[in-house]
């Protein structure tokens, strides 16, 4: 038997083991059942989480291949190595057995749902129902679907940006089932769904990179000392994302920190917790010790780490599994619909010290102004160091456009923009018509290619290759085409607004977020186009940009006149769970958003104009620059003043001074 299939059996046997020893430990294995009521099973009950555990297992594979043959293997100027190769056919395996696993996962949820024997569901039209109306069918559908492509497209896969789209999506695929699982029913549901979804995100890159990592060294692959220093330099951000989004499920599930040793619930999550530290202990042994021997030849000592790190990593998605099948511990929690719809009561009358006192946590737009702020002054001290200037109005620029993004979605205004529409419209317009300008006028683009070092490998893709290829990509070309980013910016308004996406998104909270991402990203495209000082695909003259301005922006003038005449509030049945009792009427409240959206586009209007300006005189400036420099040149070079116009006038002015020159 070769080493790569013992360490497969062995993570394998450790995997269930955990798994079966934390549902017994949880009370899932052996739940109470009551004789009347329905009962699923021992077959479902045990064949459900076994299924799981191969869903999640072949989710991490798939995660791990693509990202070593996108990421961590060296490729020759964007095409993939054999090794590479072989590890994105693979993909394209454990991509079907990801979607048979959902597959399985779908068929035994709806037994326990039912309370009825798999043997029953199968012959029942029941399925077609479960996969395509509950949400936790919908998830598990879209897994299957998902699965499937990669297995499709894996198969043709033979260039890293081919590689890394598929890594793109296989890490989209792991988010549905996660989120329809306890997190969405958590009471702090917000920070819930949030928490898990970083989780594995960070979670899966790390797991799956190191198994294969393992892998890749006991076949005696090439490159594995490059390999391994580039997914150190990435385990250590995802150990710390790792820690950093336990930490927050956690809290928003226990009550307190007795929970953690009183509850089957927080018995598993403090197992976790010590193959966590343990996996932390052998990372820094890792750094320290073995790398450099595999740098000097000797990869011994760290293949047999990395194979217990790996084990313990296969023990900890067991535990993983269990936890999602055993109840967390029960809370005392207000009964109240808006508590149930919000994660919190409806806040007090609106006013300008409860906006900045009643600040509210929102951990995915936490962690994205935390990345931009580190990531933008991680490139600045770079440059610093090295001894090039970086100007300081575009590091003040980037500042205010992530305070201003803080505070919009963690005060007292993300507070009270899901309870009245008004706030809502003040935070949609900051995001998509103010902070963007200003991250914008950062020119994050350029700092990165200036502060980011070429890859080592010639032909190799390093991050700033990645953003060199990402710049000049078709989908890249086609968004920042003017059009296209007006269009984006204006018709996307009026198509949320004035369609049930609206109200959909703000039933869920991952609609909420998707629609705010929205907002950010649709702005940042048009002010990219407008005034971007970073490189785009296609540049329009000083004078298309002012008209395309003043064309573009009394469209959301338009957009809040016609709030303002509306006779019915969008979004009413959201409006009217919530039970405010204080403030203007719904009808009223949105007239406001409207006369918001109405007049806030002068501010940034004027920005822009003074932006424009400054960009306008500082291209003349380098203009006539750049001319003289050359007419110095010529004038170096030929005589004269150097500029060929004034050279002819002269001559032409000299020809005249002489005798019969005006003849």
């Known amino acids: 038997m070769s080493k790569t299939l013992r360490l497969a059996v062995a993570g394998t046997c450790l995997a269930l083991g955990a798994l079966a020893v934390a549902m017994v430990v949880g009370g899932a294995a052996t739940p109470r059942v009551i004789p009347g009521l329905p009962d699923e099973g021992l077959l479902t009950r045990w064949a459900l989480p076994v299924s799981k555990l191969a869903m999640d297992t072949a989710g991490v594979l798939s995660v791990g291949l693509l990202l070593f043959a996108a990421a961590l293997l060296p490729s020759d100027k964007g095409l993939l190595g054999a090794s590479a190769l072989t590890y994105v056919r693979a993909a394209s395996w454990t991509g079907l057995l990801w979607a048979v696993a959902a597959a399985s ?10 309370g009825t024997p798999v043997g029953d569901v199968l012959g029942g039209d029941e399925l077609t129902s479960f996969a395509s109306q509950v949400p936790q069918g919908i998830a598990l559908t879209l897994v299957v679907l998902f ?25 989209a695929t792991l988010m549905p089932p996660a989120l329809t699982g306890h997190s969405a029913s958590a009471p702090n549901h917000g920070l819930a769904t949030t928490s898990v979804a970083l989780h594995l995100l960070v979670l899966a890159p790390w797991v799956g990179g190191l198994l294969l990592l393992c892998v890749h060294a006991l076949r005696r692959g090439p490159h594995l000392d490059l390999a391994a220093q580039r997914f150190s330099r990435a385990a250590l951000w995802c150990f710390i994302g790792v820690g950093v989004s336990g930490l927050f499920s956690a809290l928003s599930r226990l009550t307190s920190v007795g929970d953690l040793f ?30 450099s021997a595999l740098a000097a030849g000797r990869p011994g000592a760290f293949t047999r780490l990395a194979g217990v790190e790996g084990l313990i990593m296969l023990v900890a998605v067991g535990l993983a ?4 099948r055993t109840a967390p511990p029960p809370l005392d929690l207000p009964v109240d619909r808006a508590f149930e719809l919000l994660g919190y009561l409806v806040p007090p009358p609106i006013s300008v010290a409860n906006l900045l006192t009643l600040w509210w946590f929102d951990l995915f737009f936490a962690v994205v102004a935390a990345l931009l702020a580190g990531l933008y002054g991680a490139g600045a001290v770079r440059l610093a160091r ?18 201003l993004l803080v505070l919009v979605t963690q005060s007292g205004v993300a507070r009270y923009a899901p309870v009245l529409f008004s706030v809502h419209m003040t935070e949609h317009m900051v995001l998509s018509m ?26 190799d893709r390093g991050p700033r290759e990645w953003i060199t290829t990402i710049l000049h990509s078709r989908f890249v070309k086609v968004v920042t085409h003017p059009a296209i980013a007006t269009a984006l910016f204006i018709v996307s308004t009026y198509a949320l607004y004035f369609t049930p996406l609206f109200a959909a998104a703000m039933e869920e909270h991952l609609g909420h977020i998707a629609m705010t991402v929205h907002f950010l990203l649709s702005g940042t495209l048009f002010f990219w186009v407008i ?55 719904g009808v009223a409240d949105q007239s406001t958003g409207g006369a918001i959206a109405w007049a806030f586009g002068e501010i940034p209007t004027l920005i822009v104009l003074i932006a424009l300006a400054f960009q306008w005189y500082r291209d003349d400036q380098r203009t006539a620059r750049r001319a003289d420099r050359r007419a110095d040149a010529r004038a170096a070079k030929e005589g004269g003043t150097g500029d060929a116009e004034l050279d002819a006038y002269n001559a032409y002015l000299s020809r005249l001074n002489q005798p019969g020159g005006r003849e």
Do not use: C
């Not at 996962?105 to 039912?114: A, C, P, R």
């Not at 619930?265 to 966590?276: D, Q």
């Not at 573009?552 to 303002?564: E, V």
């Open 321 to 324: 599994v269990a936890l999602s």
């Open 386 to 403: 090295r001894g090039d200037h970086w100007p300081v109005g575009r590091t003040i620029s980037w500042a205010i456009g992530v305070l």
């Open 434 to 459: 103010l902070v963007p300008i200003f991250l914008v006028l950062g020119a994050p683009v350029t700092l990165a290619l200036r502060a980011l070092k070429p890859a080592a490998r010639r032909g």
């Open 531 to 585: 005034i971007g000082i970073d490189p785009a695909p296609t540049k329009l003259p000083y004078v298309g940009r002012l008209l395309l301005l003043f064309v573009t922006m009394p469209f959301h003038a338009f957009f809040g006149i016609a709030l303002m005449n509306m006779g019915t509030p969008l979004a009413g049945e959201w409006y009217d769970q919530l039970g405010r009792t204080w403030g203007a009427s």
């Open 147 to 171: 699965g499937t492509a990669i297995a499709l497209f894996a198969r043709g896969a033979i260039t890293a940006g081919s590689a890394g789209g598929l890594l793109v999506l296989s890490l």
């Open 105 to 114: 996962t779908l068929v035994f949820s709806l037994s326990e749902t039912l």
């Open 262 to 291: 009183t509850s089957s619930y927080g018995l598993i999550i403090m197992a976790k917790i010590v193959a966590f530290a343990a996996l932390g202990v052998i990372g820094w042994w890792h750094r320290g010790r073995t790398l």
